[in-house]
């Protein structure tokens, strides 16, 4: 039986207690068809299922964003997020300095 990884989205093959990318427990995972194929490639087998919109994708139409597979509409997504968060006005830091003080 072939079960999506409820953790990361992986598509695990076979008869494993533990998923195959993050070790995860695939016991309470969506079954997979025998057929399964990738919901852009219809001739590609799929790498997993997007966390975000559930779609699956393969090698060629998904990666893997911190520790979760996602399609790339939502891995774009992801990365505008992250790029909107990390330009925000940085907060006055206090620290160890390395150059000589003002």
Not at 46 to 67: E, H, I, N, Q, Y
Not at 78 to 99: C, H, M, R, V
Request: positive net charge.
């Amino acid at each position: 039986m072939a079960v999506y990884c409820p953790r990361c989205g992986t598509f695990n093959r076979g008869q494993g207690q533990a998923c195959i990318t993050c070790l995860g427990p695939v016991s309470k995972g969506q079954s997979v068809p025998e057929d399964a194929k990738c919901a852009t490639h219809a001739n590609n087998s799929p790498l997993g299922r997007c966390m975000v919109c559930g779609k699956a994708t393969c090698f060629d139409c998904g990666s893997m964003v911190d520790g979760q597979i996602l399609c790339f509409t939502d891995a774009a997504a992801a990365a505008t997020t992250t790029a909107e968060t990390a330009t925000g006005t940085p907060k006055d830091k206090k620290g160890f300095s390395f150059g000589k003080k003002k």
